[in-house]
């Protein structure tokens, strides 16, 4: 007899097919874009060509008189409409900015929307925007970061006493007495260019009101629902119950869409004043000039260490171009403190003071993306620890031995006041390098070079913060609480399982990961399960999906209400079996009693807790209603740490660089899918690569006018740009959060530019400190000419 446990699943840990794709994959998916609404009403925005001017007038009447043109709407028009928007933050140091909804009296960036042409449809839209006559007074603007925070640099915001919107410092012992006494000292100025995330589907919002109803649909392409939920229910005075906030699919976010957006609130407003619905979405220039974007920082830093290679100390001076305004609820410090926080990575490293300011400029501002200062923090401290390796004549590998934090040593607190949890430190490094076969490329790369050939091995190796709970806030001071994730699962009358959760999906197979924790926790089968995620109004409260979370929050919160109910299941099936609970078994969608031949289905329970009376006693039905909510909260957070290993190729007449060999080895923890871990990796990597070597947002150094408004100028990488990747899951179970899981959705982008660095540094011989290694770039630094 084939007995329940027996058919236990064992799906944590399956290589289970994405049960999503079959829907993406053949145009089935529903995005922002193809929701379709009678009567809706197109916006066109008017941008701002100005980088830093005075507004001294707006003339929309011939606008107003195009043809299907519904309303055209300055700032002046919206008064009165909405709250002010700050991203608060508790620092001491950190100077607010309002973030308007249109431009009133001032333009901050070039992109920067002024006005608004709401029309029949987008083209209609988008011709009577072309007749809005917009007038500017140029004004003075500092475009450099660092030349911004001079006290006499002309102010963005006339209310702040500066451009500093952030100034804050990370000390532990006197690094400047121990660099005295190293014997060695290596030092750089690390600079990651401005990025932009590039998702495949543009930022786009659909609003609608249901004046009957008095209720505001917002559909939006957000990573964080809840979160933009609570803020318009704020900005727009609305109770929470006549509010909803929907992320439908989402074709990518990457950080870029986790916070809130003045077009967001700009429909909302719309859509409740013309009785419409009112939908805007964006093309790929207004993506790119309007979008949050990432890095633009400069990490000036110095590391020490004895003759062993030990590390003895390390300072820097990092400066962050946040741009214009601080995004909500993150504020500009979301990415430039984190540099700092992280810049000491998997290493022990006992003297350590780290000064982060953020300046504001004439750009659009930086936000969250893939990594959140990380990426630059790692780029910084493995150029430093492979410059201080050539100084000592040591092997990279060898230097990262010495340091790296070793098992006897956690918990490890970092100079900056971050734990490290137990996790394979040491263990991703070797692995690493044995999956990539360093010592025999290090054969192949002296015989290559032998003849004639620039090849080069980098590695790189960190560690995350993943999943954090409500000890932490995830924005360095933010007062908005992101620790925690709720979920509610149920069985239904037809014996079905459905799981809905507050995170909202941007492709990386939440609805097959979630899946599989709640089937094996609920002892149900897969295809049985129905995961709804993306709504405001499923759950009392919900943040979304950000900061490596979904897994360990969303996860924890999926086994917390899946164990509660099996317990109910458990009883309601021992009263119908006429077993003692602790002989009930449930696998695989089968309830039975063991040793026996008694069993039944999920739907035969549902139909005898729902709808056959009688079966149940009434104390035991009313008691046992087949539904939980739960709350997770891990509280701190958890450890991610990898080790890249690449292999590249400085071709010696275009300085093109190929990537030959990548190798990636990270802990993380407990895997649930393997095939949706691998593909977290391969776009992080893919992501990382663009960093290291094409992706650069430009703006005019004078007149702060975007220089790279298309594909044509911002260069993302293709498949011919992105290699076969090895990658190598180690699993330490996390010994701090229920599923014992780890993040890995940020780590490839955080680990690839390093990795990639290096290798091209040993590749020429020559120093990279500038991120993205343009052909033009390593060019002059061949020619010891730096650009």
């Excluded at 083209?123 to 911004?148: F, Q, S, T």
């Excluded at 979405?281 to 990432?294: C, G, I, K, P, V």
């Excluded at 984190?338 to 400029?361: C, D, K, M, N």
């Excluded at 924005?475 to 925690?484: L, Q, S, W």
Aim: aromatic share 6%.
């Amino acid at each position: 007899m084939t007995t329940p446990a027996e058919l236990r699943p064992g799906l944590i840990g399956a290589r289970v097919q994405r049960v999503e794709d079959p829907r993406l994959l053949t145009g089935r998916g529903r995005y922002v874009d193809d929701l379709r609404r009678p009567g809706t009403l197109h916006v066109a925005l008017c941008r701002s060509d100005e980088s830093h001017a005075r507004i001294t007038g707006i003339d929309t009447s011939a606008a107003a008189r195009a043809p299907g043109v519904a309303a055209v709407v300055t700032a002046a028009d919206l008064e009165g409409t909405f709250r002010p928007l700050r991203a608060t933050s508790r620092m001491p140091s950190y100077q607010a900015t309002e973030l308007p909804v249109l431009a009133g009296a001032t333009v901050r960036y070039a992109g920067e929307p002024v006005a608004a042409v709401v029309a029949e449809d987008r083209y209609l839209a988008e011709d009577a925007a072309e007749l809005v006559a917009i007038g500017y007074e140029p004004l003075p603007a500092e475009m450099d970061p660092e030349a911004a925070l001079d006290p006499g640099a002309p102010r963005l915001h006339d209310e702040l006493t500066s451009n500093v919107i952030v100034d804050r410092e990370f000390a532990r012992g006197d690094p400047e007495a121990a660099l005295a006494r190293a014997a060695a000292r290596v030092s750089g100025c690390f600079r990651m260019g401005r990025k932009t995330p590039a998702a495949i589907e543009n930022r786009g919002y659909l609003a609608e009101y249901d004046e009957g109803r008095r209720i505001l649909t917002l559909h939006s392409c957000t990573q964080v629902p809840g979160i933009v939920r609570d803020v318009l229910a704020e900005v727009l005075d609305l109770a929470g119950q006549r509010l909803r906030v929907v992320a439908p699919d989402v074709g990518g976010g990457f950080g870029a869409k986790v916070s809130l957006y003045r077009e967001e609130v700009l429909v909302a407003i719309l859509a409740r004043r013309l009785g419409r619905p009112v939908k805007w979405m964006s093309d790929r220039r207004e993506d790119l000039m309007s979008t949050t974007q990432a890095f633009d920082e400069v990490v000036r830093a110095e590391l020490g260490v004895d003759e062993d290679g030990a590390i003895l100390a390390l300072r820097a001076e990092i400066v962050g171009d946040t741009g214009a305004y601080s995004v909500y609820p993150w504020t500009a410090a979301v990415e430039p403190v984190q540099v700092a926080a992280f810049l000491s990575g998997p290493y022990r490293v006992p003297e350590y003071r780290g000064r982060v300011r953020a300046a504001a400029t004439p750009k659009p501002p930086t936000g969250a993306y893939r990594g959140v200062g990380r990426p630059p923090a790692v780029f910084a401290m493995e150029r430093l620890l492979d410059m201080a390796a050539r100084r000592l004549g040591m092997d990279p590998r060898d230097i990262r031995r010495r340091n790296l934090v070793r098992d006897d040593e956690f918990p490890y607190r970092a100079p900056s006041g971050l734990v490290w949890d137990r996790a394979a430190f040491t263990e991703c490094l070797e692995r690493a390098c044995d999956t990539i076969g360093y010592d025999e490329l290090r054969a192949m790369q002296a015989a290559a070079r032998a003849k004639g050939r620039r090849v080069g091995i980098g590695l790189a190796s960190y560690a995350e913060l993943t999943g954090v709970g409500s000890r932490i806030a995830v924005a360095p001071g933010m007062p908005i609480n992101t620790g925690t994730e709720s979920a509610a699962v149920r069985i239904d009358s037809t014996g079905t399982v459905t799981a809905t959760f507050g995170v909202a999906s941007q492709g990386q197979g939440l609805e097959t990961t979630l899946a599989q924790v709640v089937a094996e926790e609920l002892g149900a089968r897969l295809e049985e399960v129905e995961i709804l995620h993306g709504d405001s109004a499923a759950l009392a409260h919900t943040t979304g999906t950000y900061a490596s979370r979904s897994t360990i929050q969303a996860g924890g919160a999926a086994m917390v209400c899946a164990r509660a109910l099996k317990e109910k299941v458990i009883e309601a099936a021992s009263h119908l079996m006429e077993a003692a609970p602790a002989d009930i078994e449930v696998a695989g969608g089968v309830i039975a009693v063991a040793g026996t031949d008694r069993r039944m289905t999920f739907r035969e329970l549902a139909r005898a807790v729902y709808t056959e009376m009688g079966r149940l006693p009434r104390e035991v039905r009313e008691r046992i209603h087949l539904e939980v909510n739960g709350v997770y909260d891990p509280f701190w957070g958890t450890t991610s740490p990898a080790t890249h290993a690449a292999l590249v190729e400085v071709d010696p007449e275009t300085f093109e660089v190929r990537v030959l060999r990548y190798a990636v080895a990270e802990d993380c923890g407990r895997v649930i899918n393997p095939l949706v871990a691998d593909g977290q990796v391969h776009g992080g990597v893919a992501q990382g690569i663009g960093a290291a070597l094409l992706e650069e947002v430009v703006h005019d150094r004078s007149s702060g006018q975007l220089l790279t408004a298309s594909f044509v100028d911002y260069l993302v990488p293709s498949a011919a740009e992105v290699p076969s990747m090895e990658v190598e899951h180690l699993e330490t179970p996390a010994e701090n959060n229920l599923g014992g899981f780890r993040g890995i959705g940020e780590g490839g982008t955080i680990g690839a530019p390093a990795a990639i660095a290096n290798a091209v540094s040993d590749a020429l011989g020559v120093d990279i400190e500038e991120l993205p290694a343009t052909p033009e770039r390593l060019f002059r630094l061949a020619g010891g000419k730096r650009p």
